[in-house]
């Protein structure tokens, strides 16, 4: 394992230091795994990830390390963009490229490389996105061939987010899944497996919470078997640079990442080692802007601009919402949220990952009697 | 037995009321009792005078929203309904909600009371809730409150538009944070909102009875 995972991660600081980054986050933690048909093994977890936001293209690249006694290891990578159109600013193509070696005791050791490409639609607080994926597999000179087809839909709700895929997935690998519980003996020719997945997310002040569950229907020859798993993770934000987070569940064999049906139990602490972007250079403001346009019927709209990383929390209160915290939206480049507001003095204010509550850099300070801070918009 | 019966009935009848009222205002759900019947001290005697209510509850809510102790949200409460109070004396004799809300808000940023009479006297039928905001922006953006009182209700006297107001308040926010001096960018500004006003009228040689 020394060698891909010094490979990894000197990747990893090349690209980083190529292609001065907006922001580099470290995972490191423990954890406890547990493959179809073996005990448990103590783990320790090293993952770094770089991210590089510009106008209309976000690229990104991971790496991460995962290491158990008894040799099981896997050393995974990830390099993925994104890009934006100009003329269509809704519609946004993703396409990356994974690759993992891995050594693992329920499976031989080996590698596998997979392409991916996905287009997503936006449509306000949600969107739809359909993809493909196509990868390889090698154990010991065989090479076994994955691809997939995925489609889906997200949406934002208050401060719950949740997100419906469905992926099915045809499979050349025997190996992966006759080590999984699907299906019980290896037969021969390829697997074909449906994967129904939900994801919802909460949000609260400091602390996200995470649910997925995923029922998968699979078809080997002959050998028809359903099954289901379940993942529950929640991250506590120390710092606007500092989070703990804690994972359990199943997580079911993947193919095209080589991923085997394991159980596991995680704790890490994920920390932000670098942003370049407002949120961190200039953390009091966080480069948070606000602006009032009228509108036809006599009102106006107040558009809030945060540019804090796309991966943030950032919400927004004050008396359009009561100072109940609204979460803002992902749009473009930066976080926004429009409300609509009447003639005369409004105040509001943002935050970004639970940290204190801060008037945008162009409105006008004001404090309030509770020791917090505000901006005043005046709304003609 | 009656009068027990008498007595849980008026407790009963009095915690309904005290629900009733609590829910009608939407006072937050997290604060505790002793907050919530402060509070609600505070609402009954504003409404008993006329204020608008929901003000205040929304400053409570602003204050557990915020995480405040419950005495410091009582305090502000309390504090809002005076200047409440104030400023719908001031802005007499029939200010909207607005009105009154934006006259308390230049009142907690240091604008006199007096000045919300004069700005009520130079704009007597049209809502006073912009140029109260735009003179509250000025006066937290620290120019001295009297001098800018002074250029807005000028502005007003003289025809100024609530656009025109409002956007003398950008532009002086705007030259603040390019560096210049607070009044030296009112004053640049309100000259220039001042040239789109149509001129005073000329003084009359016959407005003054005692001279021939």
Redesign the interface.
């Given at each position: 394992m020394r060698g891909p995972a010094a490979v990894c991660l000197l990747f990893a600081a090349h690209v980083a230091a190529a292609q001065a980054p907006d922001e580099i986050r470290m995972e490191a933690g423990v954890a406890s795994l547990r493959q179809a048909g073996n005990t448990s093994r103590g783990a320790g977890v090293l993952g770094v990830t770089w991210r590089r936001s510009r106008e209309r293209v976000v690229t990104t690249a991971s790496g991460s390390l995962t290491s158990a006694r008894d040799s099981t290891g896997t050393a995974v990578g990830l390099l993925a963009a994104r890009y934006q159109f100009a003329r269509f600013p809704k519609w946004r193509v993703e396409t990356g490229i994974s690759g993992a070696v891995f050594g693992l005791t329920s499976l031989r050791g080996g590698g596998t490389a997979a392409l991916f490409t996905r287009v997503q639609r936006a449509h306000g607080p949600g969107g739809l996105w359909a993809g493909a994926s196509s990868g390889t597999t090698n154990r010991f000179g065989h090479n076994m061939q994955s691809s997939s087809l995925d489609a889906g839909a997200w949406g934002e709700f208050g401060r719950t987010s949740a997100t419906v895929t469905g992926v099915m997935t045809r499979s050349y690998d025997t190996d992966l899944m006759a080590a999984s519980s699907l299906p019980s003996r290896r037969p021969v020719g390829a697997f074909v497996v449906r994967d129904a997945t939900l994801t919802l997310q909460q949000s609260f002040a400091a602390l996200d919470l995470l649910a997925i569950g995923t029922v998968r229907a699979g078809e080997g020859v002959a050998t028809r078997v359903n099954d289901r798993a379940m993942t529950f993770a929640a991250a506590f934000y120390l710092s606007p640079v500092a989070a703990l987070t804690v994972s359990s569940g199943r997580q079911l064999a993947d193919p095209l990442r080589a991923l085997p049906d394991s159980k596991f139990l995680s704790v890490s602490l994920r920390i932000l080692l670098l942003r370049r972007d407002p949120t961190v250079l200039r953390i009091d403001r966080y480069g948070a802007i606000a602006f009032v346009r009228r509108s036809p019927d006599g009102g106006a709209v107040l558009t809030l601009r945060v540019l804090a990383n796309s991966s943030a929390r950032v919400e927004a209160y004050g008396t359009f919402s009561d100072w109940q915290p609204v979460p803002m939206q992902w749009v473009l480049d930066a976080w926004e949220l429009q409300v609509p507001l009447p003639t005369g003095p409004h105040r509001v204010a943002v935050r970004v990952n639970g940290s204190q509550w801060r008037a945008p850099a162009n409105l006008t300070r004001v404090t309030d009697e509770f020791g917090g801070e505000a901006g005043l918009v005046v709304v003609p | 037995m009656t009068l027990r019966r008498l007595f849980l009935i008026s407790l009963a009848s009095g915690a309904a009321a005290s629900v009733a009222h609590a829910q009608a205002a939407?006072l937050d759900a997290s604060a505790d009792l002793g907050l919530r019947r402060a509070v609600e001290r505070e609402v009954v005697a504003a409404r008993a005078i006329g204020l608008p209510e929901r003000l205040l509850i929304?400053k409570a809510?602003?204050?557990?929203?915020?995480r405040?102790t419950p005495k410091?949200?009582t305090?502000?409460v309390a504090?809002l309904g005076k200047r409440l109070q104030v400023a719908r004396d001031q802005l007499a004799p029939n200010p909207s909600e607005?009105e009154i809300?934006?006259g308390a808000?230049a009142l907690?940023?240091g604008v006199p009371a007096p000045i919300l009479k004069k700005m009520r006297a130079a704009w007597p039928d049209r809502?006073l809730?912009?140029p109260?905001?735009?003179l509250?922006?000025l006066v937290?953006?620290g120019l001295p409150a009297n001098r800018a009182a002074q250029v807005v209700t000028d502005l007003m006297a003289r025809g100024a538009t609530?656009?025109q107001?409002?956007a003398l308040?950008q532009s002086v926010?705007g030259d603040v944070?390019a560096g210049w001096a607070p009044e030296a960018a009112l004053d640049l500004r309100a000259r220039g909102v001042m040239s789109l006003l149509p001129p005073a009228p000329a003084a009359s040689a016959f407005t003054n009875p005692r001279r021939p």
């Amino acid at each position: 394992m020394r060698g891909p995972a010094a490979v990894c991660l000197l990747f990893a600081a090349h690209v980083a230091a190529a292609q001065a980054p907006d922001e580099i986050r470290m995972e490191a933690g423990v954890a406890s795994l547990r493959q179809a048909g073996n005990t448990s093994r103590g783990a320790g977890v090293l993952g770094v990830t770089w991210r590089r936001s510009r106008e209309r293209v976000v690229t990104t690249a991971s790496g991460s390390l995962t290491s158990a006694r008894d040799s099981t290891g896997t050393a995974v990578g990830l390099l993925a963009a994104r890009y934006q159109f100009a003329r269509f600013p809704k519609w946004r193509v993703e396409t990356g490229i994974s690759g993992a070696v891995f050594g693992l005791t329920s499976l031989r050791g080996g590698g596998t490389a997979a392409l991916f490409t996905r287009v997503q639609r936006a449509h306000g607080p949600g969107g739809l996105w359909a993809g493909a994926s196509s990868g390889t597999t090698n154990r010991f000179g065989h090479n076994m061939q994955s691809s997939s087809l995925d489609a889906g839909a997200w949406g934002e709700f208050g401060r719950t987010s949740a997100t419906v895929t469905g992926v099915m997935t045809r499979s050349y690998d025997t190996d992966l899944m006759a080590a999984s519980s699907l299906p019980s003996r290896r037969p021969v020719g390829a697997f074909v497996v449906r994967d129904a997945t939900l994801t919802l997310q909460q949000s609260f002040a400091a602390l996200d919470l995470l649910a997925i569950g995923t029922v998968r229907a699979g078809e080997g020859v002959a050998t028809r078997v359903n099954d289901r798993a379940m993942t529950f993770a929640a991250a506590f934000y120390l710092s606007p640079v500092a989070a703990l987070t804690v994972s359990s569940g199943r997580q079911l064999a993947d193919p095209l990442r080589a991923l085997p049906d394991s159980k596991f139990l995680s704790v890490s602490l994920r920390i932000l080692l670098l942003r370049r972007d407002p949120t961190v250079l200039r953390i009091d403001r966080y480069g948070a802007i606000a602006f009032v346009r009228r509108s036809p019927d006599g009102g106006a709209v107040l558009t809030l601009r945060v540019l804090a990383n796309s991966s943030a929390r950032v919400e927004a209160y004050g008396t359009f919402s009561d100072w109940q915290p609204v979460p803002m939206q992902w749009v473009l480049d930066a976080w926004e949220l429009q409300v609509p507001l009447p003639t005369g003095p409004h105040r509001v204010a943002v935050r970004v990952n639970g940290s204190q509550w801060r008037a945008p850099a162009n409105l006008t300070r004001v404090t309030d009697e509770f020791g917090g801070e505000a901006g005043l918009v005046v709304v003609p | 037995m009656t009068l027990r019966r008498l007595f849980l009935i008026s407790l009963a009848s009095g915690a309904a009321a005290s629900v009733a009222h609590a829910q009608a205002a939407r006072l937050d759900a997290s604060a505790d009792l002793g907050l919530r019947r402060a509070v609600e001290r505070e609402v009954v005697a504003a409404r008993a005078i006329g204020l608008p209510e929901r003000l205040l509850i929304a400053k409570a809510n602003e204050g557990i929203a915020k995480r405040a102790t419950p005495k410091r949200i009582t305090d502000a409460v309390a504090a809002l309904g005076k200047r409440l109070q104030v400023a719908r004396d001031q802005l007499a004799p029939n200010p909207s909600e607005d009105e009154i809300a934006a006259g308390a808000d230049a009142l907690y940023v240091g604008v006199p009371a007096p000045i919300l009479k004069k700005m009520r006297a130079a704009w007597p039928d049209r809502s006073l809730a912009l140029p109260l905001g735009v003179l509250t922006e000025l006066v937290a953006k620290g120019l001295p409150a009297n001098r800018a009182a002074q250029v807005v209700t000028d502005l007003m006297a003289r025809g100024a538009t609530n656009v025109q107001l409002y956007a003398l308040a950008q532009s002086v926010q705007g030259d603040v944070a390019a560096g210049w001096a607070p009044e030296a960018a009112l004053d640049l500004r309100a000259r220039g909102v001042m040239s789109l006003l149509p001129p005073a009228p000329a003084a009359s040689a016959f407005t003054n009875p005692r001279r021939p």
